[in-house]
């Protein structure tokens, strides 16, 4: 990896997007609900646009494949995690998150150590799951500003989306990865 490639706009705006975390994380433990939920936007703008710069201006980098998703999950988990702590999300929510992460996270380094697999591109399932749980994180951050009947329902909804997601998508990832292992061009990089 080029040290050059940390300097793409992309993945400045990749770095950019780590950096508010802690600060959405003060800001909720402050109980600043306003400014929480405005820097989570701002986190969520930024990665639309990465990823619209990486193919305009054609900078998409090995870099960028890894910290782009790395940063994504950092960024929701944590504050998944926080919001539990703070009583404003059910636990269950917050361990299927982390579980299901985390079991791919692991499965994932496996399967690199062991059959030099590196193709673990989201699934539908997964880019469904992800929507859910910034959604969910959204309403869920809106709820504490506007405690209004419409906010608290899409709160809900993307919750239990959240969670629905979350297994199906775990599921497909097994089946992707049992598909992947049988695949002759795996046979070939285990030998």
Known sequence: MKF???FTAPNQLTLLRMVFLPFIIIH??????EWALGLFVL????DGLDGLLARKLKQQTMLGQYLDPIADKLLLSTIF???SVLHKIPWKFTVMVFSR???ILAVSAVLYMIAGLRDFRPSIFGKANTFAQVAAVFFVLLFQVHHVGWVWIARTTFLRATFVFTIVSGLHYVLLVQHRLRSP???KIAD
Do not use: K, R
Request: hydrophobic share 40%.
């Open 101 to 103: 992460d985390i079991c």
């Open 28 to 33: 909720m433990v402050n109980e600043h609900y």
């Open 43 to 46: 986190a969520g703008l930024s």
């Open 4 to 6: 050059s490639q940390l």
């Open 81 to 83: 995690l926080v919001l």
């Open 185 to 187: 061009s795996t046979e």
